[in-house]
């Protein structure tokens, strides 16, 4: 059973910047898994923030376009999200999701979920 494992999460200021990093048990972002980042704050539904495919094509929810950068590196089997000009709004848990489908991934219905990590944005 493959495993998603996310780190980089913390305490950080407004407008500060955090790195997540989603790394996998084995080796499914080196051949064809498309993977998205997830986010789910206290009371609201887990919501699709940032996805990409085997050729790095990324999309963005309109909340975090041009702030968050979602990217992969297939040699370390490892895909991240790079977050600037953090918000309060911001704050959630955020959470790594991988399968061979992107439909599936956009959807929330692929097969691998992280355990997630909580990003807090407050001053």
């Known amino acids: 059973q493959v495993q998603l494992v996310e780190s980089g999460g913390g305490l950080v200021q407004p407008g500060g910047s955090l790195r997540l990093s989603c790394s996998a048990s084995?080796?499914?972002?080196?051949?064809?898994?498309?993977a998205g980042w997830y986010r789910q704050a206290p009371g609201k539904q887990r919501e699709l923030i940032a996805a990409?495919?085997?050729?790095?094509?990324?999309n963005y929810a309109d909340s975090v376009k041009g702030r968050f950068t979602i990217s992969r590196d297939n040699a370390k089997n490892t895909v991240y999200l790079e977050m600037n000009s953090l918000k309060p709004e911001d704050t959630a848990v955020y959470y790594c999701?991988?399968?061979?489908?992107?439909?599936?991934?956009?959807?929330?219905?692929?097969?691998?979920w992280g355990q997630g990590t909580q990003v807090t944005v407050s001053s």
């Open positions: 999701h991988a399968d061979r489908s992107l439909l599936s991934v956009v959807s929330g219905t692929g097969a691998y």
């Open positions: 990409i495919t085997t050729d790095s094509t990324t």
């Open positions: 084995e080796s499914i972002f080196s051949i064809n898994y498309m």
